[in-house]
């Protein structure tokens, strides 16, 4: 009896100490706000390290908020996100991405505007990138990457031999380094068109903005303007006078983007003209890559862009719910004011993540890649795929590939362009 008496004494003492720690446990909690942040950062990449590490950070720094990350595989994560937005269930914060992937969820009244913060970035994110995430008046989320998609990458040595010592500013001095290339017998640009999105996404979204202006697609889109405008159609005509003049490889409709890259990497052509998607590569594989210059497409005469921006998009930022209350509010942008900072821009960097920040770089990041990134800091011109509708995609994509065979006309792309708008519109 004696001993079932000490038995029970221990387990009430047991409760009891337990019930304590967990009072003790509560009460840290209070006080405390947590936020969950939804995203896709399930892959092992490294700039989803330097996303998570920022987090585990800032909650370390931080008694009195706690973000819980919440990572969905990428295929599946934005069919999650509209699933839940059409119930209304939301998390506190959530990856986003900016143009039509991002406009239902405004129109939606579900995200809430970042204005009250966005000064803070003023001097370190160029506005005309910020502008990517803002509809109306009103900015949505801020980006942590940038997507170029029309850099040049030129081997020096080979357009040195070919008489040029700076890369040519103008249309014209490009027609001229062709045709001395084409002298040496030295292909002048490599292009993989098999999957025929490049022609459209790397050479016609920085081609026709230097022609018509940044406002363009925008404007025709929203019936302001016509397709067969006579500027769009000197952007088309580039790529039949480029063909004609020998700039590209004979069999640029049969190899894909990498291959043609290859032939670059190999010192067989002189220029690529990619996205930043091919810096990594490249400075994986170049022996010499002091010999690799990078620019942006030149100007031409007539044209009406503006000949220092470079075609690309913002990448996934992070959106805050509107149904947050004013203190988790407050929390929330607490949060991405610590998250967007020099550090988060500086390990990206590290990782060969094209930022829409001028930071600084020391020796060990390679010239090509600050050359790249400064490029993006002049501001983003549309990219045609991420702004036109699939139909319209198709159709460019298709008739820029027939351009180059000659089975059609720039007038006539065109006029098929803007046949369907119509009729979308109607």
């Known amino acids: 009896m004696r001993a079932l008496k000490f038995l029970f004494l221990g387990v009430v003492v047991a409760f009891v100490l337990a019930a304590c720690a967990d009072s003790e446990e509560t009460q840290s909690k209070e006080g405390v706000i947590e936020l969950t942040l939804w995203n896709d950062w399930t892959e092992d990449r490294p700039e989803n390290t330097v996303y998570k590490d920022i987090i585990e950070k800032f909650n370390a720094e931080h008694d009195d908020i706690e973000i819980i990350s919440e990572s969905t595989?990428?295929?599946?994560?934005?069919?999650?996100?509209?699933?839940?937005?059409?119930?209304?269930?939301?998390?506190?914060l959530m990856r986003v991405w900016p143009g039509t992937r991002i406009e239902p969820f405004v129109e939606g009244d579900a995200l809430l505007p970042l204005n009250p913060i966005i000064d803070h970035w003023e001097g370190t994110i160029p506005e005309e990138i910020l502008q990517d995430y803002a509809l109306g008046e009103n900015y949505y989320a801020i980006p942590s990457n940038v997507s170029e998609t029309s850099l040049i990458f030129y081997n020096k040595q080979l357009v040195s031999e070919a008489g040029f010592e700076e890369f040519p500013a103008t249309y014209k001095e490009l027609k001229e380094l062709v045709d001395?290339?084409?002298?040496?017998?030295?292909?002048?640009?490599?292009?993989?068109?098999?999957?025929?999105?490049?022609?459209?996404?790397?050479?016609?979204?920085?081609?026709?903005?230097?022609y018509t202006g940044s406002d363009f697609l925008h404007n025709v889109l929203n019936e302001d303007g016509t397709f067969e405008n006579e500027q769009f159609i000197n952007a088309l005509t580039v790529i039949d006078d480029l063909t004609k003049s020998g700039a590209f490889n004979e069999d640029m409709n049969t190899i894909d983007e990498a291959q043609s890259r290859n032939e670059f990497i190999k010192g067989s052509t002189a220029m690529h003209f990619a996205g930043s998607w091919a810096i990594g590569p490249i400075m994986d594989s170049v022996d010499d890559l002091e010999n690799i210059g990078v620019a942006p497409f030149?100007?031409?005469?007539?044209?009406?862009?503006?000949?220092?921006?470079?075609?690309?998009?913002?990448?996934?930022?992070?959106?805050?719910?509107?149904?947050?209350?004013?203190?988790?509010?407050?929390?929330?942008?607490?949060?991405?004011?610590?998250?967007?900072?020099?550090?988060?821009?500086?390990?990206?960097?590290?990782?060969?993540?094209?930022?829409?920040?001028?930071?600084?770089?020391?020796?060990?990041?390679?010239?090509?890649?600050?050359?790249?990134?400064?490029?993006?800091?002049?501001?983003?011109?549309?990219?045609y795929d991420a702004t036109l509708s699939?139909?319209?995609?198709?159709i460019i994509n298709n008739g820029l590939q027939s351009i180059t065979i000659g089975d059609t006309t720039p007038e006539e792309l065109a006029a098929e362009m803007q046949a369907e708008l119509e009729k979308a519109n109607e």
Not at 317 to 330: H, K
Not at 344 to 370: C, G, H, R, T, Y
């Open 180 to 210: 001395s290339l084409n002298s040496d017998n030295v292909t002048p640009i490599s292009v993989g068109n098999k999957a025929i999105w490049p022609l459209q996404s790397v050479f016609i979204s920085g081609i026709a903005d230097r």
């Open 73 to 92: 595989p990428h295929d599946d994560y934005e069919i999650k996100l509209r699933t839940q937005a059409a119930g209304n269930q939301l998390p506190d």
């Open 298 to 383: 030149p100007s031409f005469e007539g044209g009406e862009g503006d000949a220092s921006k470079i075609s690309g998009v913002a990448g996934g930022g992070i959106a805050v719910n509107s149904q947050l209350s004013e203190e988790e509010q407050e929390a929330a942008f607490e949060f991405l004011k610590f998250y967007y900072s020099e550090e988060l821009f500086q390990e990206l960097v590290k990782a060969n993540i094209i930022v829409p920040a001028d930071v600084e770089m020391d020796d060990s990041i390679p010239e090509v890649f600050k050359e790249a990134n400064s490029l993006a800091q002049n501001g983003l011109s549309p990219v």
């Open 390 to 394: 699939p139909e319209l995609t198709d």
